[in-house]
Protein backbone atom coordinates (compact mmCIF):
# COMPACT_ATOMS: atom_id res chain seq x y z
CA UNK A 1 0.00 0.00 0.00
CA UNK A 2 1.77 2.91 -1.40
CA UNK A 3 0.48 5.99 1.34
CA UNK A 4 2.08 3.16 4.29
CA UNK A 5 5.19 2.63 2.29
CA UNK A 6 5.86 6.01 1.55
CA UNK A 7 5.02 6.99 5.22
CA UNK A 8 7.54 4.04 6.47
CA UNK A 9 10.68 5.88 4.44
CA UNK A 10 9.74 9.00 5.91
CA UNK A 11 8.80 8.52 9.50
CA UNK A 12 10.29 5.11 10.30
CA UNK A 13 13.37 4.73 11.98
CA UNK A 14 15.37 1.91 12.13
CA UNK A 15 17.33 0.55 15.65
CA UNK A 16 19.88 -1.93 16.21
CA UNK A 17 18.61 -5.20 15.95
CA UNK A 18 16.13 -5.24 13.21
CA UNK A 19 13.81 -2.83 14.99
CA UNK A 20 11.79 -0.77 12.82
CA UNK A 21 10.00 1.66 14.64
CA UNK A 22 6.80 3.01 13.94
CA UNK A 23 5.75 5.51 16.54
CA UNK A 24 4.80 8.23 14.99
CA UNK A 25 1.70 7.22 13.41
CA UNK A 26 1.53 3.49 13.91
CA UNK A 27 2.00 2.42 17.64
CA UNK A 28 2.32 5.36 20.30
CA UNK A 29 1.49 8.31 18.34
CA UNK A 30 -1.21 6.87 15.65
CA UNK A 31 -2.51 8.52 12.33
CA UNK A 32 -6.10 8.21 12.28
CA UNK A 33 -6.33 9.25 8.72
CA UNK A 34 -3.82 6.89 7.38
CA UNK A 35 -5.35 4.20 9.70
CA UNK A 36 -9.00 4.81 8.33
CA UNK A 37 -7.21 4.02 4.72
CA UNK A 38 -5.24 1.19 5.86
CA UNK A 39 -8.42 -0.55 7.11
CA UNK A 40 -10.14 0.53 3.84
CA UNK A 41 -7.21 -1.59 1.91
CA UNK A 42 -8.12 -4.66 4.39
CA UNK A 43 -11.94 -4.33 3.38
CA UNK A 44 -10.46 -4.53 -0.07
CA UNK A 45 -8.44 -7.21 0.30
CA UNK A 46 -10.61 -9.50 2.49
CA UNK A 47 -13.91 -8.63 0.10
CA UNK A 48 -14.65 -12.13 -0.96
CA UNK A 49 -14.38 -13.57 2.62
CA UNK A 50 -17.83 -13.78 4.60
CA UNK A 51 -16.44 -12.55 7.96
CA UNK A 52 -19.02 -11.72 10.68
CA UNK A 53 -16.24 -10.63 13.53
CA UNK A 54 -12.68 -8.68 13.45
CA UNK A 55 -10.05 -10.54 15.94
CA UNK A 56 -6.78 -7.92 17.91
CA UNK A 57 -4.91 -8.23 20.22
CA UNK A 58 -4.27 -5.10 22.77
CA UNK A 59 -2.64 -2.63 22.35
CA UNK A 60 -1.45 -1.52 18.92
CA UNK A 61 -3.92 -3.75 16.98
CA UNK A 62 -6.97 -1.78 18.59
CA UNK A 63 -6.71 1.11 15.66
CA UNK A 64 -7.17 -0.72 12.76
CA UNK A 65 -9.47 -3.59 14.05
CA UNK A 66 -12.04 -1.07 15.26
CA UNK A 67 -11.91 0.55 11.82
CA UNK A 68 -12.49 -2.17 9.98
CA UNK A 69 -14.95 -3.41 12.12
CA UNK A 70 -16.72 0.13 11.86
CA UNK A 71 -16.47 -0.23 8.13
CA UNK A 72 -17.64 -3.75 8.00
CA UNK A 73 -20.14 -3.36 10.72
CA UNK A 74 -19.15 -6.38 12.43
CA UNK A 75 -18.08 -6.65 16.24
CA UNK A 76 -14.31 -6.51 16.99
CA UNK A 77 -12.53 -8.56 19.73
CA UNK A 78 -9.64 -7.82 21.32
CA UNK A 79 -7.56 -10.80 23.14
CA UNK A 80 -6.19 -9.45 26.51
CA UNK A 81 -2.69 -10.20 27.50
CA UNK A 82 -3.50 -11.19 31.09
CA UNK A 83 -6.42 -13.01 32.49
CA UNK A 84 -9.02 -10.06 34.05
CA UNK A 85 -10.15 -10.39 37.54
CA UNK A 86 -13.65 -10.07 36.55
CA UNK A 87 -13.63 -13.00 33.38
CA UNK A 88 -13.71 -16.55 34.17
CA UNK A 89 -14.82 -18.42 31.12
CA UNK A 90 -12.31 -17.69 28.71
CA UNK A 91 -9.68 -19.57 25.75
CA UNK A 92 -5.87 -19.32 27.15
CA UNK A 93 -2.43 -19.29 24.84
CA UNK A 94 0.56 -18.65 25.41
CA UNK A 95 2.67 -16.37 23.18
CA UNK A 96 6.68 -15.55 23.34
CA UNK A 97 7.69 -12.73 22.32
CA UNK A 98 11.05 -12.15 20.88
CA UNK A 99 11.38 -8.52 21.18
CA UNK A 100 10.45 -9.18 24.92
CA UNK A 101 12.34 -12.54 25.64
CA UNK A 102 9.43 -13.61 27.59
CA UNK A 103 6.24 -15.74 27.25
CA UNK A 104 2.83 -14.47 28.09
CA UNK A 105 -0.75 -15.51 28.73
CA UNK A 106 -2.93 -14.17 26.29
CA UNK A 107 -6.75 -14.60 26.53
CA UNK A 108 -10.45 -13.98 24.96
CA UNK A 109 -14.00 -14.67 26.88
CA UNK A 110 -15.64 -17.59 25.41
CA UNK A 111 -18.36 -15.78 24.95
CA UNK A 112 -17.03 -13.80 22.20
CA UNK A 113 -15.72 -16.69 20.28
CA UNK A 114 -17.99 -19.02 19.19
CA UNK A 115 -17.86 -21.92 16.83
CA UNK A 116 -19.11 -20.73 13.86
CA UNK A 117 -17.32 -17.56 13.65
CA UNK A 118 -16.10 -16.16 10.93
CA UNK A 119 -12.96 -14.45 12.39
CA UNK A 120 -10.30 -11.89 10.70
CA UNK A 121 -7.90 -11.41 12.38
CA UNK A 122 -5.75 -7.96 12.05
CA UNK A 123 -2.58 -6.63 14.17
CA UNK A 124 0.02 -4.10 13.41
CA UNK A 125 3.23 -6.25 13.16
CA UNK A 126 4.11 -9.73 11.55
CA UNK A 127 7.71 -10.51 12.19
CA UNK A 128 8.08 -14.03 13.85
CA UNK A 129 4.26 -14.67 14.19
CA UNK A 130 3.61 -15.79 17.58
CA UNK A 131 0.95 -13.64 18.39
CA UNK A 132 -0.38 -14.76 15.06
CA UNK A 133 -0.34 -18.15 15.77
CA UNK A 134 -1.65 -17.81 19.54
CA UNK A 135 -4.87 -16.44 17.69
CA UNK A 136 -5.02 -19.41 15.47
CA UNK A 137 -4.97 -21.71 18.68
CA UNK A 138 -7.59 -19.45 20.21
CA UNK A 139 -9.76 -19.38 17.35
CA UNK A 140 -9.08 -23.66 17.09
CA UNK A 141 -10.14 -23.82 20.66
CA UNK A 142 -12.81 -22.02 20.31
CA UNK A 143 -14.48 -24.08 17.10
CA UNK A 144 -14.84 -21.18 15.50
CA UNK A 145 -12.71 -20.41 11.35
CA UNK A 146 -10.38 -18.11 10.77
CA UNK A 147 -10.54 -16.42 7.25
CA UNK A 148 -7.72 -14.08 6.65
CA UNK A 149 -4.79 -12.41 8.88
CA UNK A 150 -3.95 -8.90 7.98
CA UNK A 151 -0.72 -7.49 9.30
CA UNK A 152 -0.14 -3.32 8.63
CA UNK A 153 3.78 -3.88 8.43
CA UNK A 154 5.37 -7.38 7.90
CA UNK A 155 9.10 -8.02 8.55
CA UNK A 156 10.03 -10.74 5.63
CA UNK A 157 13.00 -11.26 6.95
CA UNK A 158 11.93 -12.96 10.00
CA UNK A 159 9.83 -16.37 9.00
CA UNK A 160 6.01 -15.40 10.73
CA UNK A 161 4.38 -14.59 7.39
CA UNK A 162 6.12 -17.52 5.79
CA UNK A 163 4.79 -19.79 8.40
CA UNK A 164 1.55 -18.28 8.25
CA UNK A 165 1.08 -18.54 4.57
CA UNK A 166 2.03 -22.56 4.83
CA UNK A 167 -1.63 -22.55 6.86
CA UNK A 168 -3.16 -21.93 3.90
CA UNK A 169 -4.70 -18.87 5.52
CA UNK A 170 -5.13 -15.74 3.51
CA UNK A 171 -2.18 -13.06 4.91
CA UNK A 172 -2.28 -9.83 3.66
CA UNK A 173 0.53 -7.32 4.94
CA UNK A 174 0.34 -3.41 3.66
CA UNK A 175 3.98 -3.12 4.10
CA UNK A 176 6.27 -5.77 3.35
CA UNK A 177 10.20 -4.80 5.02
CA UNK A 178 12.51 -6.94 3.09
CA UNK A 179 15.75 -5.65 5.02
CA UNK A 180 16.76 -3.23 8.16
CA UNK A 181 20.47 -3.95 6.84
CA UNK A 182 22.75 -1.24 8.22
CA UNK A 183 19.57 0.42 9.62
CA UNK A 184 18.56 1.45 5.92
CA UNK A 185 14.51 0.38 5.68
CA UNK A 186 13.79 -1.72 2.41
CA UNK A 187 10.83 -1.97 1.36
CA UNK A 188 9.49 -4.98 -0.81
CA UNK B 1 -26.27 9.76 25.85
CA UNK B 2 -29.23 7.96 25.15
CA UNK B 3 -27.86 4.90 23.11
CA UNK B 4 -25.12 4.31 24.97
CA UNK B 5 -27.33 4.55 28.54
CA UNK B 6 -30.14 2.07 26.84
CA UNK B 7 -27.23 -0.41 25.72
CA UNK B 8 -25.49 -0.44 29.28
CA UNK B 9 -29.12 -1.54 30.48
CA UNK B 10 -30.05 -4.23 27.79
CA UNK B 11 -25.96 -5.43 27.68
CA UNK B 12 -24.32 -4.46 30.67
CA UNK B 13 -23.91 -6.74 34.00
CA UNK B 14 -23.45 -5.71 37.94
CA UNK B 15 -20.87 -7.52 39.75
CA UNK B 16 -20.35 -7.85 43.48
CA UNK B 17 -18.04 -5.05 44.83
CA UNK B 18 -19.43 -2.07 42.28
CA UNK B 19 -18.09 -3.54 38.97
CA UNK B 20 -19.94 -2.94 35.83
CA UNK B 21 -19.25 -5.28 33.17
CA UNK B 22 -19.49 -3.66 29.74
CA UNK B 23 -16.98 -6.22 28.11
CA UNK B 24 -19.84 -7.03 25.65
CA UNK B 25 -19.71 -3.81 23.72
CA UNK B 26 -16.78 -1.48 25.25
CA UNK B 27 -14.02 -3.13 26.32
CA UNK B 28 -13.37 -6.69 25.06
CA UNK B 29 -16.12 -7.00 22.53
CA UNK B 30 -16.72 -3.73 20.87
CA UNK B 31 -19.19 -2.42 18.52
CA UNK B 32 -18.05 -0.15 16.23
CA UNK B 33 -21.08 1.91 15.05
CA UNK B 34 -21.95 2.83 19.28
CA UNK B 35 -18.21 3.61 19.26
CA UNK B 36 -18.27 5.91 16.55
CA UNK B 37 -21.21 7.30 17.64
CA UNK B 38 -20.23 7.93 21.10
CA UNK B 39 -16.92 9.77 19.43
CA UNK B 40 -19.21 12.29 17.61
CA UNK B 41 -20.91 13.40 21.02
CA UNK B 42 -17.29 13.90 22.06
CA UNK B 43 -17.03 15.94 19.21
CA UNK B 44 -20.17 18.26 19.86
CA UNK B 45 -19.63 18.45 23.78
CA UNK B 46 -15.73 19.71 22.87
CA UNK B 47 -16.99 21.59 19.68
CA UNK B 48 -15.70 25.05 21.58
CA UNK B 49 -12.01 23.98 22.15
CA UNK B 50 -9.17 24.03 19.81
CA UNK B 51 -7.76 20.60 20.14
CA UNK B 52 -4.79 19.55 18.24
CA UNK B 53 -4.06 15.97 19.69
CA UNK B 54 -5.85 13.16 21.38
CA UNK B 55 -4.46 11.67 24.54
CA UNK B 56 -5.74 8.44 25.66
CA UNK B 57 -4.58 5.00 27.61
CA UNK B 58 -4.08 1.47 26.37
CA UNK B 59 -6.18 -0.52 25.77
CA UNK B 60 -9.45 0.18 26.21
CA UNK B 61 -9.14 4.41 25.28
CA UNK B 62 -7.78 3.39 22.15
CA UNK B 63 -10.99 2.61 19.97
CA UNK B 64 -13.16 5.71 21.69
CA UNK B 65 -9.92 7.75 21.05
CA UNK B 66 -8.84 6.85 17.31
CA UNK B 67 -12.27 7.69 16.16
CA UNK B 68 -12.25 11.18 17.88
CA UNK B 69 -8.90 11.41 16.16
CA UNK B 70 -10.35 10.43 12.88
CA UNK B 71 -13.39 12.43 12.82
CA UNK B 72 -11.03 15.46 13.91
CA UNK B 73 -8.49 14.28 12.24
CA UNK B 74 -5.92 14.91 14.65
CA UNK B 75 -3.00 12.42 15.82
CA UNK B 76 -3.89 10.21 18.81
CA UNK B 77 -1.31 9.07 21.00
CA UNK B 78 -2.22 6.62 23.85
CA UNK B 79 0.03 6.53 26.86
CA UNK B 80 1.62 2.83 27.19
CA UNK B 81 1.46 0.87 31.08
CA UNK B 82 4.98 0.61 30.66
CA UNK B 83 8.21 1.48 29.57
CA UNK B 84 8.90 -0.10 26.34
CA UNK B 85 12.52 -1.32 25.90
CA UNK B 86 12.83 1.02 22.53
CA UNK B 87 11.45 3.85 24.02
CA UNK B 88 13.95 6.11 26.20
CA UNK B 89 13.48 10.30 26.47
CA UNK B 90 9.71 10.07 27.89
CA UNK B 91 7.44 11.85 30.55
CA UNK B 92 6.78 9.08 33.68
CA UNK B 93 4.01 9.09 35.94
CA UNK B 94 2.94 6.15 38.26
CA UNK B 95 -0.87 5.50 38.86
CA UNK B 96 -2.63 3.60 41.28
CA UNK B 97 -5.43 0.84 40.42
CA UNK B 98 -8.19 0.34 43.22
CA UNK B 99 -9.65 -2.90 40.85
CA UNK B 100 -6.12 -4.56 40.53
CA UNK B 101 -4.94 -2.85 44.20
CA UNK B 102 -1.48 -2.20 42.75
CA UNK B 103 0.14 0.73 41.02
CA UNK B 104 1.56 0.68 37.57
CA UNK B 105 3.61 3.29 35.44
CA UNK B 106 2.37 5.20 32.53
CA UNK B 107 4.48 6.60 30.21
CA UNK B 108 4.72 8.70 27.16
CA UNK B 109 7.29 9.62 24.66
CA UNK B 110 8.21 13.37 25.12
CA UNK B 111 8.33 13.66 21.41
CA UNK B 112 4.42 13.37 20.87
CA UNK B 113 3.25 15.71 23.99
CA UNK B 114 4.97 18.98 23.53
CA UNK B 115 4.95 22.55 25.13
CA UNK B 116 1.67 24.19 23.51
CA UNK B 117 0.13 20.70 22.49
CA UNK B 118 -3.99 21.27 23.52
CA UNK B 119 -5.06 17.77 24.79
CA UNK B 120 -8.29 16.02 24.81
CA UNK B 121 -8.37 13.00 26.95
CA UNK B 122 -10.73 10.20 26.39
CA UNK B 123 -10.91 7.33 28.36
CA UNK B 124 -13.54 4.50 28.78
CA UNK B 125 -14.11 4.68 32.54
CA UNK B 126 -14.35 7.46 35.17
CA UNK B 127 -14.25 5.59 38.72
CA UNK B 128 -11.71 7.29 41.28
CA UNK B 129 -9.94 8.85 38.38
CA UNK B 130 -6.29 7.68 38.99
CA UNK B 131 -5.51 7.15 35.36
CA UNK B 132 -7.11 10.66 34.59
CA UNK B 133 -4.77 12.30 37.39
CA UNK B 134 -2.03 10.93 35.95
CA UNK B 135 -2.83 11.92 32.33
CA UNK B 136 -3.38 15.29 33.90
CA UNK B 137 0.46 14.99 35.25
CA UNK B 138 2.24 13.75 31.85
CA UNK B 139 -0.16 17.19 30.44
CA UNK B 140 1.71 19.44 33.07
CA UNK B 141 5.16 17.63 32.45
CA UNK B 142 5.56 17.94 29.16
CA UNK B 143 4.05 22.11 29.58
CA UNK B 144 0.74 21.20 27.41
CA UNK B 145 -2.68 22.08 28.32
CA UNK B 146 -5.05 20.04 28.98
CA UNK B 147 -8.75 21.37 27.37
CA UNK B 148 -11.17 18.02 28.08
CA UNK B 149 -11.36 15.10 29.21
CA UNK B 150 -14.10 12.28 27.88
CA UNK B 151 -14.79 9.45 29.38
CA UNK B 152 -17.39 7.15 27.98
CA UNK B 153 -18.96 5.77 31.66
CA UNK B 154 -18.50 7.71 34.56
CA UNK B 155 -19.53 6.15 38.24
CA UNK B 156 -20.55 8.22 39.60
CA UNK B 157 -20.70 6.59 43.35
CA UNK B 158 -17.20 7.55 42.80
CA UNK B 159 -15.00 10.50 43.55
CA UNK B 160 -13.40 10.89 40.51
CA UNK B 161 -15.49 13.11 38.78
CA UNK B 162 -16.30 15.31 41.67
CA UNK B 163 -12.32 15.49 41.81
CA UNK B 164 -11.57 16.25 38.21
CA UNK B 165 -14.23 19.09 37.72
CA UNK B 166 -12.99 20.63 40.73
CA UNK B 167 -9.63 21.51 38.68
CA UNK B 168 -11.69 23.84 36.27
CA UNK B 169 -10.76 21.06 33.08
CA UNK B 170 -14.24 19.85 31.31
CA UNK B 171 -14.95 16.90 32.13
CA UNK B 172 -18.08 14.92 29.73
CA UNK B 173 -19.43 11.40 30.45
CA UNK B 174 -21.47 9.74 28.00
CA UNK B 175 -23.16 7.52 30.72
CA UNK B 176 -23.02 8.42 34.29
CA UNK B 177 -23.74 5.69 36.97
CA UNK B 178 -25.90 6.38 39.83
CA UNK B 179 -25.48 3.28 41.83
CA UNK B 180 -24.76 -0.21 41.56
CA UNK B 181 -26.49 -1.23 44.96
CA UNK B 182 -28.10 -4.58 45.09
CA UNK B 183 -26.52 -5.26 41.56
CA UNK B 184 -29.20 -2.76 40.29
CA UNK B 185 -27.48 -0.52 37.47
CA UNK B 186 -29.10 3.07 37.92
CA UNK B 187 -28.20 5.49 35.34
CA UNK B 188 -28.66 9.73 35.49
Do not use: W
Not at 133 to 141: C, E, P, R, S, T
Request: charged fraction near 25%; proline fraction near 3%.
Amino acid sequence: MKALKERILKDGRCLAGGILKVDKFINHQMDPILMKSMAVEFVRRFANKKINKILTIEASGIAPAILVGYLLELPVVFAKKRKPSTMNDMFVTEVFSFTKNKSYTVCVSKEFLQPGDKVLFIDDFLANGNAAKGMIDLVQQAGAELLGMGFLVEKAFQNGGEELRKTGIQVESLAIIESLDNCEIKIR
